[in-house]
């Protein structure tokens, strides 16, 4: 039974930070590509951060210099740690964990930054 839990979302100024985590279970962590995505109201989900299992990451443009994706296989845990955060950065933040053409979903956390 494979589970993804998010948590470490809230409520910040802008210029804030937030740290979240994703903790997987039920499957052995280390193979699999680790993704964090967000959804803000009334936009389509979109890719944040990327990372493979040999540690390479990818961000989108929106939050490069900003935010970083980070591993701890050992814990079976990914991080996003977020800096600088603006209003725009306001959405819901799911976990996604991918091996091939298997894929999971976390159930999301809230971040809500206020201007």
């Known amino acids: 039974q494979v589970q993804l839990v998010e948590s470490g979302g809230g409520l910040v100024q802008a210029g804030g930070s937030l740290r979240l985590s994703c903790k997987a279970s039920g499957i052995i962590f280390s193979p699999y590509t680790m993704a964090w995505y967000r959804q803000a109201p009334g936009k389509q989900r979109e890719l944040v951060a990327a990372i493979t299992s040999g540690g390479t990451t990818n961000y989108a443009d929106s939050v490069k210099g900003r935010f970083t994706i980070s591993r701890d296989n050992a814990k079976n845990t990914v991080y996003l740690q977020m800096n600088s955060l603006k209003p725009e950065d306001t959405a819901v933040y799911y976990c996604?964990?991918?091996?091939?053409?298997?894929?999971?979903w976390g159930q999301g956390t809230q971040v809500t930054v206020s201007s």
């Open positions: 996604n964990s991918k091996l091939r053409n298997v894929v999971y």
